[in-house]
């Protein structure tokens, strides 16, 4: 990229935090011409044009393309209210190559099906952009690796839409776990019941909508005829194209299990579910999942349920602490510890309540870092986000191979070469292939 300057000004001054409450304090900014940085978005329904729109409001960010192969789509997030600012200003694709290849974009947005990410990132870093990306980062341990040797060989910065990373209060109570104040921690809790969550019911076979790339949607992925059950957001439930509430969800949560207890890669891994919930819905992955990951010093559960929202603590997702002395519970909306009944450490906090914008303060991050040129700033890197998603995808292969499996640290591989064979790597089709 030519505009290297203006990438390593920060239009932030007086802003170091990436915790930031919100964007109003930046909003009477002037921006210089070469502080602009020019966006283009790949898929843009759901959290990609979420994430678009909370990307626009950094001051000095432009959208300048789209790409989406659904044009209904993009007709309608364009037409939009939200959208009309940018109607005439953008250009639009269909193939996110040729969108690559527009000069003046210095940041790609990719907000597709999981199944894409691991290709469009890399291929995106290849053309010198800078990237934010949806999580999990890949769709299988194998892209996650080649996620982080892409980001690595091209240095581009590489931001990952866990969002909560920028959000205060889980920080605030990672603070509090590691003071020790829990004592000894033994088991870590990380629950997800979503009740309003349910895969489409089952549907026949059928022609794409009108304005739709069939063939471009799939990508990599096996050649299957349409069928609507497995489309837009429902991709969530069919393995070839994600892994279900244990990556939608679990790379969010799980996140924060690792973090507060500093943790590598379990040392074994054991999924049990399935299709308990919605046995005639359309759906490959299991609607109630636990997970048991060993590590050396403690147990982590993985407990999740679709169409239950009354889940641990009266909450429908968290991630809880269990120490001698008392248990933090953390989830989106605050933090809190309850004390161990038994324990003479007088350790209860009160419901700390979370009033931050995490998502705005990601894309604040995300700009702050690519303006200063530090992705050491970066609040999710892509190294850090696919350790998360690696342990995620572990619980889901556990459960697919229903088999315990163990993890070897120093080969960086499941010790069953079987498994290392059929679920490290998903096989790419139709003419794709992941860089090596």
């Not at 304090?25 to 002037?30: A, I, N, P, V």
């Not at 790379?251 to 590598?264: F, N, P, Q, W």
């Not at 609040?379 to 459960?399: D, R, Y």
């Amino acid at each position: 990229m030519q505009r290297k300057e203006f990438l390593k000004k920060s239009a932030l001054a007086g802003a170091g935090s990436m915790f930031l409450p919100s964007l109003t304090g930046f909003s009477s900014q002037k921006i210089s011409a070469s502080d602009q940085i020019n966006i283009g978005a790949i898929g843009i329904n759901g959290m990609g044009w979420g994430n678009t729109l909370k990307a626009v409001q950094v001051p000095g960010v432009n959208l300048v393309a789209v790409c989406d192969v659904d044009e209904n789509v993009i007709n309608r997030k364009l037409n939009s209210k939200q959208g009309a600012a940018f109607k005439d200003k953008v250009r639009i694709y269909k193939d996110y190559r040729k969108m690559l290849e527009q000069k003046d974009i210095d940041v790609v947005y990719i907000g597709t099906p999981d199944h894409w990410h691991a290709l469009m990132m890399i291929d995106a870093v290849a053309a010198g952009k800078h990237v934010y990306v949806e999580k999990p980062v890949g769709n299988s341990i194998g892209e996650c690796e080649a996620m982080i040797a892409a980001q690595k060989k091209y240095g581009r910065i590489v931001q990952v839409g866990q969002w909560q990373r920028s959000s205060l209060h889980f920080k605030e109570a990672m603070a509090f776990v590691h003071s020790g104040k829990l004592g000894p921690i033994r088991t870590v809790k990380v629950f997800c019941y979503q009740g309003w969550m349910r895969p489409a019911g089952k549907v026949a076979d059928s022609n794409p909508p009108k304005g739709v790339d069939y063939d471009a949607w799939l990508g990599p992925a096996p050649k299957v005829p349409f069928n609507s059950s497995r489309y837009h957001f429902h991709f969530r439930w069919f393995w070839d194209y994600a892994g279900g509430l244990m990556t939608d969800w679990g790379v969010h949560l799980l996140d924060y299990a690792l973090i507060g207890m500093k943790a590598s890669l379990p040392k074994s891994i054991v999924g049990l579910g399935g299709q308990f919930a919605y046995p005639n819905l359309s759906q490959e992955t299991p609607d109630t999942l636990t997970t048991l990951y060993e590590f050396d010093k403690f147990n982590l559960v993985w407990d999740s349920a679709m169409g239950i929202d009354n889940g641990s603590y009266g909450r429908d997702h968290g991630i809880s602490f269990i120490g001698n002395y008392g248990t933090l519970i953390l989830d989106r909306n605050g933090w809190e510890v309850i004390e161990e009944k038994r324990s003479s450490k007088k350790v209860l906090v009160p419901l700390q309540e979370g009033k931050d914008d995490g998502p705005a303060a990601h894309h604040v991050n995300f700009m702050q870092a690519i303006r200063e040129n530090k992705p050491e700033i970066l609040a999710c890197n892509v190294a850090e986000a696919a350790h998360v998603a690696k342990v995620a995808q572990m619980g889901n292969i556990s459960f697919k191979s229903n088999q315990k499996l163990t993890w070897d640290a120093a080969k960086n591989q499941f010790t069953d070469s079987s498994i290392n064979e059929s679920h490290l790597m998903k096989a790419y089709h139709n003419g794709y292939k992941l860089p090596s």
